[in-house]
């Protein structure tokens, strides 16, 4: 079946420091993937939409210039958390969609970032 | 805005305990309703769902009936295991769009 695969899983970082997080759809081309914040005990709150070969859509509220997303290719995205900060230590989670909206929407395992 | 609500954890049972986590939702339109699961460490994963009303979604035993006449998608299971303990939660989708709507999430803990 369909797969999304985050990389890395797990990572850490020092405080000032940008960090990457890639999202790739592994067997199937994605237009639109969409980028999930999870804080300890709480819910996903949708960060932004990103568009292959477009500027992403940010929600209310999320730093564009914090958190940029990439789209450069239908298989991956990325997110860069730029000078990363203790508060923005999270569970960050992606997810795609092969094409067609209200198709089946596949999730990434998800990247725990500690900056410290 | 659309909207998702479900009952506030953490729910603790004993194993073979009957579950039920309560989800209405606000929604325009026709939503489509799923429930996820996120065992410890990890992403999620789609439990189950259902796309239009009176639809029953089930998997693993799990079962959650799309309710349009009181906005709800109820998640049930009756006989819980040990390895049911995970955080569930209840989403929705429009019809035609890809932005998914997560409850608050329910943590599950199974004794056993």
């Known amino acids: 079946g369909a797969v999304v695969s985050q990389h890395p899983s797990w990572v850490i970082c020092k405080s000032g420091t940008s960090v990457k997080i890639e999202c790739r759809s592994l067997?199937?081309?994605?237009?639109?993937m969409f980028w999930y914040r999870q804080f300890p005990k709480q819910s996903l709150m949708l960060m932004a939409t990103s568009n292959e070969g477009s500027k992403a859509t940010y929600e209310q509220g999320v730093e564009k210039d914090k958190f940029l997303i990439n789209h450069a290719s239908l298989t991956l995205s990325t997110l860069t958390v730029t000078s990363a900060h203790p508060e923005d230590s999270s569970f960050y989670i992606c997810?795609?969609?092969?094409?067609?909206?209200?198709?089946?929407?596949?999730f990434g395992e998800g990247s725990w970032l500690t900056v410290v | 805005g659309d909207s998702v609500t479900q009952m506030e954890g953490p729910v603790t049972l004993s194993e073979e305990a009957f579950l039920t986590i309560n989800c209405t939702y606000t929604a325009t339109g026709y939503p489509s309703l799923f429930w996820y699961v996120q065992y410890p460490g990890e992403g999620l994963q789609l439990l189950l769902k259902a796309t239009k009303a009176d639809d029953k979604g089930s998997n693993k035993g799990f079962e959650a009936t799309y309710r349009k006449e009181t906005t709800s998608f109820h998640l049930e299971k009756g006989s819980v295991q040990v390895s049911d303990s995970a955080v569930y939660f209840c989403?929705?989708?429009?019809?035609?769009?890809?932005?998914?709507?997560f409850g608050a999430g329910t943590r599950l803990f199974v004794k056993a």
């Open positions: 997810s795609a969609s092969p094409g067609v909206a209200g198709n089946t929407i596949y």
């Open positions: 067997d199937f081309q994605a237009t639109t």
């Open positions: 989403a929705l989708r429009n019809t035609g769009g890809f932005k998914t709507i």
